[in-house]
């Protein structure tokens, strides 16, 4: 996301410098200035630099020279602010507090109700130039997964909902996309269920080649067990021509949209009503992808872009009304 944003800022005749702490071995080839592991003073001076102080996600470490240096402070947020269990640490605390200096924006529903601040809501982009509808490819393939092979990201639940559905007399194609840990797990489970006929395992798959896969498929599940800030896989799905079945705690649910279906975090039950009532009725698809094109037009590049340059030239007018 930070790529992408000073990317099109560049391209719209801005001037972007992105500070990081990581480093890289290899030259930096970018049509904009990087420091990476900034030191106190070349932080402060690009601070003097700068008319907008960009954050994406808060970092502390990276804000003490607006003590010093007044500038609009924006923060993109991208995930929680706590700990993985929902407490809170010193560092999130005084986060929290910090961010009643700031703009904020955030990228769902679920993250902006999370903060104690008042935040503009704009969903993440998709790289429309790459995940489109492919003409004369085959549709194929019932159900595809897509992502890092993990627990949190729910690949386990959705074999045991697959397996479930036998009782429904319903069998259908499973792909799983990706690579991970979890990987010898699901394996042993596709065994377990005797799934080995309906579950195909297609590794990492990137570019064109993804793409491609994913317009042979009718339905995306996109099972997390962990609650999403967003999901931007569910988009990439939607845009290649796919229902999508998600979870409905977190952001998930806002990248999904009216193109899709949701069920509880974790559950095995719920995920299979979702699936055995679009792969029984073919028919009860088909508003889903219809409403495709219109929510997948909020969540272009161009669209994004723009309304973060909104935000931007707002908390901008508001600085200097201020020193008026």
Known sequence: MSLLLAYEFIRRGHQVTVVTHTMNPDQDDFPFKV???PSPLALYEVSQWCDVYFQNNVSLQMLWPLIFVRRPWIVRHATWISRMD????WQDKAKRYLLKFSTGISNSHAIAAHLPVQTTIIGNPYRDEIFRVIPGVERDLDLVFLGRLVSDKGAAILLDAVHDLRN?????TVTIIGDGPELPQLRLKVETHALQAQVVFAGPRTGQDLVELLNRHRIMVVPSIWKEPFGIVALEGIACGCAVIGSSGGG????IGPCGLTFDNGDIHGLGIALGSLLSDPGAMQPLLDAAPEHLARHTTRHVVDRYLEVIACAMDNKVDETE
């Open 168 to 172: 429904k007399g319903l069998r259908p």
């Open 86 to 89: 929902g407490s809170l640490s």
């Open 35 to 37: 420091i990476r592991a």
């Open 252 to 255: 998930l649910k806002d990248a």
